[in-house]
């Protein structure tokens, strides 16, 4: 029990320590020996820096964000995206194919969010001007769902067609016969 509380104790050390760091280099020009020390902190525990680049975890705050009221929905929700990252064979695919399976991801939550969102403002009176923000809105989350989806879709094509092998042989007589495997 003991080495719990130890462990949590040089956890929050270091958050802390990542807390102050992060506030000392958020800005225009932050100090070279800050910036040093960041990387540092960074080469010692590259988990500090991989979950902010990583969607899976951004995928959890926008869901932590947009339902912070029901956990019934948040837990619909990201069923669904677990289910999502399945069918489209997440763990089988290369890395380049992760990435665009993630930003799949996060499109398809901020235009599930926004088509919910749009659809309760629309039902109420609205201006026009409102009518027609909302649906910018979702023009935009649906035209970036749609460009995740075929930069996979030709990503995965591309990467399936690869080009036949193509043998160029000369006969006697000057003529050629191509043989292609």
């Not at 102050?20 to 020009?29: A, G, P, R, W, Y």
Request: a positive charge; one cysteine or more.
């Amino acid at each position: 029990m003991g080495e719990q509380i130890e462990v949590k104790a040089v956890g929050m050390d270091k958050y802390q320590k990542l807390s102050e760091l992060v506030k000392n280099t958020h800005k225009d020009k932050p100090k070279p020996d800050d910036l040093a020390e960041l990387r540092r902190f960074f080469d010692e525990d590259p988990e500090l820096w991989r979950t902010t680049g990583n969607m899976t975890r951004t995928l959890d705050h926008l869901l932590h964000t947009y339902y912070s009221q029901s956990a019934y929905l948040r837990e619909c929700v990201s069923r669904r995206l677990r289910e999502m990252r399945e069918q489209l064979g997440y763990e089988e695919s290369p890395p380049l194919e992760r990435i665009l399976i993630e930003q799949i991801l996060v499109c398809w939550v901020n235009l599930y969010v926004l088509e919910i969102n749009s659809a309760t403002k629309l039902c109420e009176s609205h201006s026009t001007e409102t009518g027609l923000y909302w649906d910018r809105r979702l023009t935009g989350a649906q035209r970036r769902f749609r460009r995740a989806s075929e930069s996979l879709a030709r990503i995965r094509k591309l990467s399936r067609n690869t080009p036949a092998l193509q043998f160029n042989i000369a006969t006697s007589g000057g003529q050629q016969v191509n043989l292609t495997k």
